[in-house]
């Protein structure tokens, strides 16, 4: 009886799992296959559930929430209490891939889901108790206003996110396009708190970006995905079938800043290019049972390809990242992954309350675990220092002989753009100030040698344009390279 | 009979709630007195449990057990699992001073209660999610250290602090006479973390410290409570009436630093001061219905008072500071106060778990709830800059051109001990570079301009004296003048 209930459960499930992540769901996940998800249903409904918790276990948590109900100081919500209680369940589990949303917040998470998704277009996650930015999309409102992958969001509108829940933070954070939200953001290496307006905007699902890079008489195919969703390993294919149909000589697959999606989604990508002697990924369930998963393609594409991983690649863009190194022996460009190697399935609960629970691990074809670990390039390259460089804030001007975070950060802007002051320790000594009147100069504003408001904004702009004209990308220079061998 | 379930739970209480706090137990608690206590009870059981959750609200915690006990990818600790949930009710009040115990750890508390206290003695609590120290005790091994109030600690002995409630961290903390806990410290305005180690030694649970200190011909008492426990009552009236032999023209009662503790502990001091027309403190239950304690004492003392605070003066300590501001007329000198307005009770459950929940709030002589807000002193002091500094960590000698924390911490200290450097934004100028070498000549170590590790630990070493002399305790120094009317 009572294995039939959670059976129930866990059939309610794939809905909202695959729902979510369509619409741009702000966050990662590999919801499994059916055929996976049947399995987990069959071991539910057979397996015995002798070990529950006694009545005993359940009456301390009923007296308690009583005794809390009763007597704490002010009136309590009891209902409140009562999600407490599940939340406070998943929160052992110390697992940030595995949340639980209320009714209320699932309902409102659907609402959002069904109608276009408006937000600033950035996939966030709960790591250390905070909200925490795995990476903005591409050309997005977040990516636009500056924030990076790993900064921790403290503040919504002014509201502290402590104690809120991932669902929760994500609502504050979406809203109608062309309103504003504001955001406080702890960054790694800056103390204070950077303040950062994004203008929320219609963010489109495509999934999959590709074009023809010509570069010393070689066609290389750029195919970048930016999550898996439900569509994105058709739209991979019958783009790729468009470049080949170019006459590309190599290819560049790029899932820098990706965060995951569908695990269909990416075996349903892999399996162009993995041939079926090896597995693509292995699926492991907690008693230790494995799924491997491979391919019906029999050979390999006849041109050189590259994968192009970053900080932000996170889950399926690492299963891909994986399956191309190590059962497609391409080489891989970039930086180390995120490191999440865990499946989550959604349980959708009777009274619409919704649990994403992680079910399985996956390991690599080699049978690596890469989780908190990341995927190792097999080619290391970095973006130059200004892609990390922070948006300026002045309070007063900097000027000579002042010291400090944002000289600091003024520093690695003026050398990104040319302008090398000779040291990035954040003291404004008199090369800096040079240099700051070699950036006014050619930029025609006054040769004052102090950074105000005015020059400071030109600064983020001109280093934005440089960014984003993809002239200076290192890391697709180098992929590029790396296809033909050099 | 729910109802009786609640009231016994309740009267187990007094016991749990007192035995903590007498024995230095590192929370800062307002028990209350037995008389509220037994008014407490007493309502519990009139009060009709109309509004508990229904079977069904219970049932889904119910399901939601079985299906992560089933289902989640690792094994699962189902003893953990109905803990958390029990947590996660707690959590949902959002109260840092509501805190569950789970029967291991009540049970280690009461061990460690029950023999001689030994740890680094500080306070602390938990404030935005962290272990966050109060205040150290005076002489601590923890103010030997350098621990400051407000200080988050982030790691013990190297594992991380995120997770771990209240409870679990002070046991990690405490140890052995003689053993080291290294403690890594996150401090407000310093953007890497301090690795601070902490010699544990046995921790006196004397609370009052009393001197006369002679000044312009004058005799003043100085009385210093450390913490409101069982015998600080006594031990100050004890004290008192010594001074008062000595024929004191004054007195200063300071709590700096003073985390609280039992409710009846400050009554019985603050009733030496007040007269009984005004009461020293209102106690106020969920339903507005509120609780006068009044003095019997009819006169004044014949000699001036005045009250000693700072930011971790916190609890009983304020409704001291405040019963003598507004009850007494007295002058209270200092900075604001921590701000905690409420009253704890500890509730012990019948398998040894223990929940101390916020009952009441405290509200002063007035009507002010400081909550949050502190108690204003009447004549505002801050100790000098120096008291703030915090220890040097030395990666590399300190020079010339350098710029960063560590420098602006540096210039801190030389201003402290008089070798002032002219500025202290962090920039290690030719001014910084005299004022180090002055420093090692005026010690007798070679005069490199450098700050190496000899020279920082020389510093540090220079600083403590200066401080623990107490002849620069300008705080105590206003405080004398304010008494006589200066």
């Known amino acids: 009886m009572k294995g039939k209930v959670v059976a129930l459960l866990v059939a309610g499930s794939l809905a909202v799992g695959a729902g979510g992540t369509y619409a741009g769901m702000t966050m990662f996940s590999d919801d499994e296959s059916p055929s996976l998800l049947e399995k987990a249903i069959e071991n539910g409904t057979e397996r015995k559930i002798g070990s529950s918790g006694s009545a005993e276990d359940f009456e301390k948590i009923e007296k308690t929430y009583e005794l ?6 002010d009136d309590v919500d009891q209902e409140k209490l009562l999600e407490g209680a599940i939340q406070g369940m998943v929160n052992t589990l110390d697992d940030p891939y595995s949340v639980y949303m209320d009714a209320k917040t699932a309902e409102q998470f659907n609402d959002t889901l069904e109608s276009s998704f408006e937000g600033i277009g950035a996939e966030v996650t709960m790591m250390d108790g905070y909200v925490t930015i795995v990476a903005p999309f591409e050309d997005s409102p977040a990516e636009k206003a500056g924030l990076k992958p790993h900064d921790q969001i403290i503040s919504i509108d002014g509201k502290s996110t402590k104690g809120l829940d991932l669902y929760d933070a994500v609502l ?9 939200v504001k955001l406080e953001i702890k960054r790694a290496g800056v103390s204070d708190p950077l303040s950062i307006d994004v203008k929320r905007d219609e963010i489109p699902i495509e999934t999959v970006y590709s074009d023809v890079i010509e570069n010393n008489g070689k066609k290389i195919g750029h195919m970048k995905i930016t999550s898996f969703s439900e569509d994105t390993a058709s739209d991979f294919e019958k783009q790729l079938k468009e470049l080949e149909g170019k006459g590309i000589d190599g290819l560049v697959i790029d899932v820098r800043g990706n965060p995951g999606g569908f695990l269909n989604a990416v075996q349903d990508i892999a399996q162009l290019f993995i041939t079926k002697d090896d597995p693509i990924v292995q699926i492991e369930a907690r008693n230790g049972e494995k799924q491997r998963f491979f391919s019906d393609t029999s050979k390999k594409k ?17 299963i891909l990242a994986a399956a191309l190194k190590e059962a497609g022996g391409y080489e891989v460009v970039g930086e180390k992954s995120f490191g999440k190697g865990t499946v989550q399935q959604a349980v959708e609960m009777e009274d619409g309350s919704s649990l994403k629970l992680t079910m399985f691990k996956w390991l690599t074809p080699d049978g690596n675990w890469i989780h908190k670990k990341g995927v190792e ?3 290391k390259e970095e973006q130059p220092a200004y892609y990390r460089a922070n948006p300026i804030t002045i309070e007063k001007p900097l000027t000579y002989d002042m010291t400090g975070e944002q000289v600091k950060n003024v520093q690695t802007i003026l050398k990104g753009l040319g302008f090398n002051p000779g040291r990035d320790d954040g003291y404004y000594d008199n090369k800096t100030e040079t240099a700051v009147r070699a950036f ?3 930029n025609k504003v006054k040769a004052t040698g102090k950074v105000d408001e005015e020059t400071a904004s030109l600064m983020e702009q001109k280093l934005l344009e440089k960014i984003d004209s993809g002239k200076n990308d ?7 390279e790396v296809l033909f061998g050099k």
């Open 440 to 442: 006014q100069n050619a």
């Open 474 to 480: 290192q890391q697709l220079q180098t992929a590029i």
């Open 377 to 379: 390039p097999t080619v």
């Open 172 to 180: 504050k954070i979406r809203g109608k396009k062309g309103s504003t």
């Open 302 to 318: 006849d041109y050189p390809i590259v994968g192009l991983i970053d900080k932000g690649s996170a889950s399926a863009s690492e």
């Open 68 to 73: 809390i109900s009763e007597k704490y100081v």
